[in-house]
């Protein structure tokens, strides 16, 4: 009997039929109501939403487009939230819930992120409704009969360590059975009651949460969600925009969903008549002023992280264009003066109509003498391979001046000097 109670719309089917929600691939989502046509929500809610950060957004180049009917402005270069739709919203989704509720209905929390893993398994608990945290199991829906036997296998095991079955096997088999059964509670925990599908989900962040909302939509599961200013409200049947980074805006999210669900509950048992003994549920601890300090620390150090990361992208891609550049200069002037070269060592080849060979200069009657590495011995190879694509003959690198050898890339004063010397030596 406690069993039902735990998971009245799980373990056993309700006496009223659960109500029918159509999918967002059939129907076409309401356009969301202008900041005139949403009620205004009460003041002290607003407070509470802006005390939580629900009205941030991401930065307005990450934004999606289809988001901007619940987008407010920009302040920073961050999109700020509407609350005023974000309240009116909410309080579609807290009734739609309700009703679902109230008549046996299931709904599936989805939460992985690391902001609000332990409040979704705690407002899911004390609902006594199923819930992922860690992570997305695939083909969870599509593939839900070989699934649900693994739920099984998993509620035998903790049958059998709980009645001190597993203390009467020998070490290994106990051994490997406990870390089996671990594992399955980290994977399965969360949905160890789940024994059909469930007829909502409610997932913060579908954006991150993409497989879960892909096999929501095959097979016809009405989606609730959180959305920032970089999701798709398309996919979402009840969508609710809001901040679904920081810590408190997810709690405050959670909290609302899981309070509402609660009071449906109530009413259900009430209906239905059932009465079982109390069951221990963990509430949250009153935070003291040093934790409330640490949560807005680390909500601070997680933007400054984004704002360092998009810091660190932009100088990375920067200096990617200043080598890039850099780079097409050194060639263009290695290619400029490699035409230089190969202009002078022409001019130098080229044989004039001279008087007879009696009377020329010894100099001319000489053949030109190819410039090789191995009369370049005292420099560096990588040295001696500009200096080779820049003059091909001894003739041309003698002539050439010391100016124009220090125009080289890498090439100064004093290893011109070092040049000259050595090809001065040259006979």
């Given at each position: 009997?406690s069993?039902?109670?735990e998971?009245?719309?799980?373990?056993?089917?309700p006496?009223d039929p659960?109500?029918v929600?159509?999918?967002a691939?059939?129907?076409?989502?309401?356009?969301p109501?202008?900041?005139?046509?949403?009620?205004?929500p009460?003041?002290?809610?607003l407070k509470?939403m802006?005390s939580?950060?629900?009205h941030?957004?991401?930065?307005?180049?990450?934004?999606?487009?289809?988001m901007?009917?619940?987008i407010f402005?920009?302040?920073?270069?961050?999109h700020?939230?509407?609350?005023?739709?974000t309240a009116?919203k909410?309080?579609?989704?807290?009734k739609?819930?309700?009703?679902?509720v109230?008549?046996?209905?299931?709904?599936?929390?989805?939460?992985?992120?690391?902001?609000?893993q332990e409040?979704?398994?705690?407002?899911?608990?004390?609902?006594h409704?199923?819930?992922?945290?860690?992570?997305?199991?695939?083909?969870?829906?599509t593939?839900?009969?070989?699934?649900?036997k693994?739920?099984?296998?998993?509620?035998?095991?903790?049958t059998?360590?709980?009645?001190?079955?597993?203390?009467?096997?020998?070490k290994?088999?106990?051994?490997?059975?406990?870390k089996e059964l671990e594992?399955?509670?980290?994977?399965?925990?969360?949905?160890?009651?789940?024994?059909?599908?469930?007829?909502?989900?409610?997932?913060?962040?579908?954006?991150?949460?993409?497989?879960?909302v892909?096999?929501?939509l095959?097979?016809?599961?009405?989606?609730m969600?959180?959305?920032?200013?970089?999701?798709d409200?398309?996919?979402?049947n009840?969508?609710?925009?809001?901040?679904?980074?920081a810590?408190?805006?997810?709690?405050?999210?959670?909290?609302e969903?899981?309070?509402?669900?609660?009071k449906?509950?109530?009413?259900y048992e009430?209906?239905?008549?059932?009465?079982v003994?109390?069951?221990?549920?963990y509430?949250?601890?009153?935070?003291?002023?040093?934790?409330e300090?640490k949560v807005?620390?680390i909500?601070e150090?997680?933007?400054?992280?984004k704002?360092?990361?998009?810091?660190?992208?932009?100088r990375?891609?920067?200096l990617?264009?200043?080598?890039?550049?850099?780079?097409?200069e050194?060639?263009?002037?290695?290619?400029?003066k490699?035409?230089k070269?190969?202009?002078?060592?022409?001019?130098d080849?080229?044989i004039?109509?001279?008087?007879p060979a009696?009377?020329?200069?010894e100099?001319s009657?000489?053949?030109?003498?190819?410039l090789?590495?191995e009369?370049?011995?005292?420099?560096?190879?990588?040295?001696?391979?500009?200096i080779?694509?820049?003059y091909?003959?001894v003739?041309?690198?003698?002539?050439?001046t010391?100016?124009?050898?220090?125009e080289?890339?890498?090439v100064g004063?004093?290893?011109?000097?070092?040049?000259k010397?050595?090809?001065?030596?040259i006979?």
């Amino acid at each position: 009997m406690s069993e039902e109670l735990e998971n009245p719309g799980v373990e056993s089917a309700p006496a009223d039929p659960a109500p029918v929600l159509v999918p967002a691939a059939e129907t076409a989502i309401a356009k969301p109501e202008t900041k005139a046509e949403a009620s205004t929500p009460s003041e002290e809610m607003l407070k509470r939403m802006l005390s939580c950060g629900v009205h941030f957004g991401h930065q307005k180049r990450r934004w999606n487009p289809k988001m901007a009917p619940y987008i407010f402005g920009i302040r920073n270069q961050i999109h700020i939230i509407d609350l005023i739709q974000t309240a009116s919203k909410l309080q579609e989704a807290k009734k739609i819930v309700h009703d679902l509720v109230a008549k046996g209905g299931v709904i599936l929390f989805v939460c992985t992120k690391k902001q609000g893993q332990e409040k979704a398994a705690e407002v899911a608990t004390k609902c006594h409704m199923p819930y992922i945290n860690k992570r997305w199991i695939g083909g969870l829906f599509t593939n839900f009969k070989i699934v649900s036997k693994r739920i099984k296998y998993l509620n035998d095991l903790r049958t059998r360590r709980d009645s001190g079955e597993l203390d009467n096997m020998i070490k290994k088999e106990r051994v490997v059975l406990l870390k089996e059964l671990e594992k399955l509670e980290n994977l399965m925990g969360g949905i160890s009651t789940l024994t059909k599908l469930p007829d909502l989900v409610f997932i913060i962040d579908p954006h991150r949460e993409g497989t879960a909302v892909k096999e929501s939509l095959a097979v016809k599961i009405p989606i609730m969600a959180s959305l920032d200013t970089n999701c798709d409200p398309d996919v979402i049947n009840y969508p609710i925009p809001a901040n679904d980074d920081a810590i408190r805006s997810i709690n405050f999210l959670l909290t609302e969903m899981g309070d509402e669900i609660a009071k449906a509950r109530l009413e259900y048992e009430a209906k239905m008549g059932i009465t079982v003994k109390p069951k221990i549920i963990y509430a949250p601890k009153a935070k003291s002023a040093e934790t409330e300090t640490k949560v807005e620390v680390i909500e601070e150090l997680e933007e400054l992280e984004k704002l360092e990361e998009e810091k660190e992208i932009h100088r990375a891609r920067r200096l990617h264009q200043v080598v890039e550049q850099e780079e097409e200069e050194i060639e263009k002037e290695l290619k400029s003066k490699k035409a230089k070269a190969d202009q002078k060592e022409d001019q130098d080849t080229t044989i004039p109509t001279d008087p007879p060979a009696s009377e020329q200069p010894e100099s001319s009657q000489t053949e030109q003498q190819p410039l090789t590495e191995e009369m370049l011995p005292n420099l560096r190879a990588s040295l001696v391979k500009k200096i080779l694509d820049a003059y091909k003959t001894v003739e041309s690198l003698k002539a050439a001046t010391l100016d124009e050898i220090s125009e080289l890339p890498g090439v100064g004063p004093v290893t011109a000097n070092r040049i000259k010397e050595a090809i001065d030596e040259i006979k």
